[in-house]
């Protein structure tokens, strides 16, 4: 099937990095389109509070993410709620196809789908999600009122939803597979002054147990000793990292061990046009302001991509008689 009409850029995903892409190639004046197939917004709608997006002290996530919508839309950028179901590289444009039937081409694409929540892989995790287990507090923490939780994971994103679930939950036990947290020193602080916040150290979640009002406790194996134990809890809260939203990336464009995406400084690719931004991208730290920064450097590499690439063909049309 043949696309009707031609981009300038498509970008894919509407998190903090397509956001920004999206602002930067709008001011550029690139013929944008986003693609986003849930709420823009992407991860950073799934916090409670954002404190580290300069400029803003605290801040919902949600909050944030409209935020950052309502810029890029106040430019006139276009937005697409559908699912690309594919990106097919090609030396006269890209195209990127869509769950709805449509289809899209443009001179250049950013992708940026980021993240979703890693999985523990253990049993009554799949059977139980929604039944007690969690992979957003924000989400579900309000059924967990005076009740018992327990949150696996010592990063980041653990520790902050444990502070977020203590102020509504009756105890939160922080399963951890190591005696040290890798969150950062100030989360940690407080986590650890939260009196109803307490560690289960050299700890790993082996099996998830319910009946039929849900969950009513969590399986553990001492790291160090080896020995098991039954944990009483009511819900489980899953925070163990992030694995990169890679399904669409085109064949042939490097990959590091753990599926994220390498790039140059540009965020470009080894495919002309193509750049990765964002979480799915190889990188040293995933924070939101570092999508935005990415969103940003791709956005003005692809307009100078652009530029370069209309000039070029211009050139190589047949002169008018
Ligand atoms: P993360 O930093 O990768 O931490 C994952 C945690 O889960 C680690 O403590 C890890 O243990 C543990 N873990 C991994 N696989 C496990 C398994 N199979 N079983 C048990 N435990 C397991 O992930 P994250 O906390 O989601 O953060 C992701 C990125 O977003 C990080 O760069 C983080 O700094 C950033 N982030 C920043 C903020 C903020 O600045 N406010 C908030 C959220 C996230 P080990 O420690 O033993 O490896």
Request: some cysteine.
């Amino acid at each position: 099937m043949d696309c009707s009409g031609l981009y300038d850029l498509i970008i894919i995903g509407g998190g903090p990095g397509g956001l920004t892409a999206g602002i930067y190639a709008m001011r550029a004046a690139l013929k944008t389109v986003l693609v986003e197939m849930g709420a823009p917004g992407g991860q950073v709608n799934l916090s409670d509070a954002v404190e580290n997006w300069p400029g803003d002290e605290h801040i919902g996530g949600a909050e944030l993410s409209l935020k950052m919508l309502n810029h890029a839309r106040s430019y006139g950028m276009e937005i697409r709620s559908d699912e690309v179901t594919v990106i097919e590289p090609g030396l006269d444009g890209h195209t990127v196809r869509l769950a709805g039937g449509d289809c899209l081409k443009a001179h250049s694409v950013i992708l940026a789908t980021g993240g979703s929540p890693r999985k523990l892989e253990v049993p009554g995790e799949k059977e139980f999600y929604g039944r007690g287990v969690s992979y957003c507090a924000v989400c579900d923490g309000f059924f967990f009122r005076n009740k018992a939780v327990a949150v696996v994971g010592g990063g980041d994103s653990a520790i902050e939803e444990a502070l977020y679930l203590a102020k509504l939950a009756r105890e939160v036990i922080v399963v951890h597979r190591r005696d040290q947290l890798r969150a950062g020193a100030l989360l940690q602080q407080r986590a650890k002054a939260e009196c109803r916040i307490r560690f289960a150290w050299n700890s790993v979640v082996t099996a998830i147990q319910a009946d039929a009002n849900g969950v009513n406790a969590v399986a553990l194996r001492n790291t160090v000793t080896g020995d098991s134990s039954a944990l009483p809890v009511d819900g489980l809260f899953i925070f163990i990292g992030f694995v990169p939203n890679n399904r669409l990336v085109p064949a042939g464009i490097r990959r590091n061990a753990d599926g994220y995406v390498i790039t140059d400084e540009k965020c470009a690719t080894t495919i002309p046009g193509l750049y990765v931004i964002g979480d799915l991208r190889e990188k040293y730290a995933r924070q939101i302001v570092l999508s935005a920064a990415d969103g940003c450097t791709a956005a003005l590499a692809a307009a100078h991509y652009v530029e370069t690439r209309k000039a070029a063909l211009e050139c190589a049309l047949p002169a008018a008689k």
